[in-house]
C-alpha cells in the first residue's frame, strides 16, 4: 500500500477552503482502487478566521504554524506528514481526478522524483492569459513548479531540506532548482504534466491592480527570483482574500 499525504498551506482561507478539502477528497477517493491511501493535511498559518475550524470538520487532520510564511507552512504540513509521496496544494485551487491520476501515473512509474502542473484560470482577460500561457511554456522548459501544485517523492524533500525558509515567494522555484540536481544524481527526471492543466484561482488579479501585480514581477526579477524579504509580497501576506 502507497501512502499519498496531500498539504494544503491556509492564511484566512474560510471562504474557499471547505470546497478546496472536499475537492481534494473526493479527487483522493479513487486511489484506494490502485493500492492507494491518503490523509490530508492542513497547515493553519496563524489565521485569525475560521480556517483551523473548517478543516477540522471537513476531515482534515491540522498542525499550526506560528510564523505567516508560505514555506515554513508548507514544511509544517510536510513534518507530520506520513506519505511516501507529498502533494501540496494552495486552498484556493481545484485538481481534478485526471490531474490526480496524472500526478499518481507519474509516481507509480519510477521516472520521476518530483513533478508540477501547468496552470489555468477563467476570466483573466488576454493579457492574462499570454503571461498565462508565458509561464507554462517556462515551467515545462525549465522543470518549475507552481507552488499551486507540487507532489515530491517524501525522501527526496527531506533530503534537500524541504522548502528554504528564507524565501517569503519563489519558494517552488527554488526546491524545484534543488530537486533537479538531487534526480541529474539519481538518474530520474522532473516532470511539469500539461495534459490535465491545474485549476486556480484569479483572484489576486482582482484584489490587487496592475501597479501592485507589476511591483512584485519588478522585485521578483530584481532579486534573481530570490524573494528572502517580506518587502513586495503583499499579495500573499496582507491577508486580503
Not at 473548517?54 to 510564523?67: N, S, T
Not at 517552488?172 to 511539469?192: F, H, M, P, Q, T
Request: charged fraction near 25%; hydrophobic fraction near 45%; glycine fraction near 10%.
Amino acid at each position: 500500500m502507497h501512502r499519498l499525504s496531500v498539504i494544503v498551506p491556509a492564511f484566512n482561507e474560510e471562504r474557499l477552503l471547505a470546497g478546496s478539502l472536499r475537492n481534494l477528497r473526493s479527487c483522493c477517493a479513487p486511489l484506494a482502487e490502485r493500492g492507494w491511501a491518503a490523509e490530508l493535511i492542513v497547515c493553519d498559518n496563524n489565521s485569525t478566521d475560521r480556517t483551523p475550524d473548517i478543516a477540522r470538520a471537513e476531515g482534515a487532520a491540522v498542525v499550526f504554524e506560528p510564523f505567516n510564511q508560505i514555506a515554513r507552512a508548507r514544511n509544517a504540513g510536510a513534518a507530520a506528514a506520513r506519505g511516501d509521496w507529498l502533494l501540496f496544494v494552495d486552498a484556493d485551487s481545484f485538481p481534478t481526478p485526471e490531474l490526480i491520476a496524472d500526478a499518481v501515473g507519474a509516481m507509480e512509474s519510477g521516472r520521476y522524483l518530483a513533478g508540477g502542473a501547468a496552470l489555468e484560470m477563467e476570466g483573466i482577460g488576454r493579457i492574462g492569459r499570454v503571461f498565462l500561457a508565458g509561464w507554462n511554456l517556462t515551467s515545462r522548459i525549465t522543470r518549475w513548479f507552481a507552488g499551486s501544485f507540487v507532489f515530491v517523492e517524501a525522501a527526496a524533500f527531506r533530503q534537500v531540506g524541504g522548502f528554504d525558509e528564507r524565501y517569503f515567494a519563489g519558494e517552488e522555484i527554488d526546491l524545484s532548482r534543488r530537486l533537479k540536481r538531487l534526480a541529474r544524481k539519481s538518474g530520474r527526471r522532473l516532470v511539469v504534466l500539461h495534459r490535465h492543466p491545474m485549476p486556480t484561482s484569479n483572484r489576486k488579479l482582482h484584489l490587487y491592480n496592475h501597479w501592485v501585480r507589476l511591483r512584485v514581477l519588478a522585485h521578483f526579477f530584481l532579486r534573481g527570483g530570490r524573494m528572502t524579504r517580506r518587502e513586495g509580497c503583499e499579495m500573499w501576506y496582507d491577508g486580503r482574500r
